[in-house]
């Protein structure tokens, strides 16, 4: 049903998208004038993406560099283990859980990848000794299926959810020193 919808509104709903994804704040009117079409015309693609979990949810982009929380990804390799049905139950990834309990982490993204690591996941955390103290429970908690983990602190964000975090002169001094 949504690949029927979709294809009848391909390039209005890529625009809408296009626009919520640069800012979701903006109201229908902006919306609907940024991609020629009514506020009505929006609500009624947005209403169709939210029923059908294309719009999956609404949320604030936040500019780590303006905070006092530093951004985090976590590698994590997979041994050949399979999961058991226990851990497959206790994995967070249907549900709104902690991956272990007890740590003062901010999950933004879990991704399944293909590549020298199976599992990425981008947190973020008030120091560096949270983001590795997660990392150990982590480790001991699923060691049975982790091969490896690899902890990257993000030095320097140019660019998140398609929004510029930087200055040009912040770029231009990164850059230099890259």
């Given at each position: ?10 390039k ?14 903006l ?13 009505y ?5 947005m ?18 560099t ?17 999961f ?12 709104e ?12 993204a ?5 590549g ?6 981008a947190f ?6 949270e ?9 001991k908690?699923y ?8 902890l ?15 200055s ?9 020193i890259?």
């Open positions: 049903m949504i690949n029927q919808f979709y294809a009848q509104n391909s209005l709903v890529e625009k809408i998208l296009k626009e919520l994804q640069k800012n979701c704040r109201n229908l009117d902006e919306i609907g004038k940024k991609c020629g079409c009514s506020r015309k929006v609500a009624k693609i209403k169709e993406l939210e029923k059908k979990n294309v719009i999956v949810g609404y949320s604030a982009v936040v500019n780590p303006k905070t006092n929380l530093n951004y985090f990804i976590l590698l994590v390799k997979r041994t050949s283990q399979p058991d049905e226990d851990m497959i139950k206790k994995i967070p990834f249907t549900r859980v902690d991956f272990v309990p007890n740590v003062n982490i901010n999950s933004i879990t991704l399944y990848v293909h020298s690591y199976d599992w990425v996941l973020t955390a008030p120091s560096i000794a983001a590795k103290e997660f990392c150990n429970k982590i480790f908690y060691s049975k299926y982790i091969e490896n983990l690899e990257l602190t993000i030095v320097a964000p140019f660019r998140m959810n398609g929004l510029i975090m930087a040009n002169e912040e770029i231009e001094q990164m850059i230099k890259l």
